[in-house]
């Protein structure tokens, strides 16, 4: 199969790798330097040359901010029947974008940040294809994320972002009020150190990125959950209440498990 990526950062390059042995794989990306590493792959400079190595996949992995961007620059120099893709961790307007060209596409999100995550053994790690997405492109996508014994779900767009504002504002809120409060005078602990690390692997992400994760419209309610909690914690801490301490330890306990 003819692919062409568009964006080699970090995942963009991760798919390029794995894919640049077995298919006819062309790449772009802005920051010329970073096609590099692809020495089987073509090369190009513009979204204009798509037409010349006439894709069948076309995955758009630039950073969120410019994906529909990018997808319309690209569709006029597509073939009729080329798939779109996009890796999105939120996807926000991509839904309408698809709807408005009436193309065929298929939608994933790998939910593994190259941060944390070990790109050689992602068998603990989870992929997203949303179910809206063409059946041909979901089997290939779901092929692909199998050999890497990836956990694959299938939820909708309007799930997938719902659930975003779950599994990565709720993390994403903690690290930033963690970062807010970091004392660079302070003598830290263990504890400390992790959470540190976790707090600057966050906020290494692109800001677009960390902003459309904050902006997400079902965010709000979760940040605003974290606050109710945050103040709850506050009274107890102000009473001084021992009971009330230890029953919301063992209420913590409870979600973990």
């Known amino acids: 199969m003819k692919i062409a990526i568009a964006g080699v950062g970090r995942i963009g390059s991760w798919l390029a790798r794995c894919l640049e042995k077995e298919c006819d794989l062309a ?34 992995a630039v950073s969120l901010q410019s994906t529909v961007e990018v997808f319309k620059g690209a569709l006029p120099h597509l073939p009729p029947d080329c798939l779109l893709s996009d890796l999105a961790s939120i996807k926000g307007e991509i839904p309408d974008y698809y709807k408005e060209t009436g193309r065929r596409f298929v939608s994933t999100h790998p939910m593994f940040g190259p941060n944390f995550a070990n790109l050689d053994d992602l068998r603990e790690e989870n992929a997203v294809i949303i179910s809206e997405s063409d059946p041909e492109g979901a089997a290939v996508f779901r092929e692909f994320f199998k050999r890497f014994r990836l956990n694959i779900f299938t939820c909708s767009f309007a799930e997938h972002d719902r659930m975003m504002a779950y599994s990565l504002t709720m993390p994403f809120i903690s690290s930033l009020v963690f970062a807010a409060n970091v004392d660079t005078q302070a003598v830290p602990g263990t504890t400390f150190k992790r959470h540190l690390e976790v707090a600057r692997g966050v906020l290494s992400e692109d800001d677009q990125l960390l902003a459309e994760v904050l902006f997400n419209p079902h965010s709000r309610s979760q940040v605003e959950k974290v606050a109710r909690k945050l103040d709850f914690l506050t009274h107890v801490i102000r009473e001084r209440d021992y009971e009330e301490a230890i029953a919301v330890f063992r209420s913590l306990r409870k979600n973990l498990s």
Not at 29 to 41: G, H, I, S, T, Y
Request: glycine content about 0%; overall charge positive; aromatic content about 8%.
């Open 27 to 60: 790449v772009l990306d802005k920051e010329r330097e970073r096609l590099a590493p692809f020495k089987k792959a073509v090369h190009l400079e513009r979204l204009e040359e798509l037409r010349h190595f006439s894709p069948r996949l076309f995955v758009n």
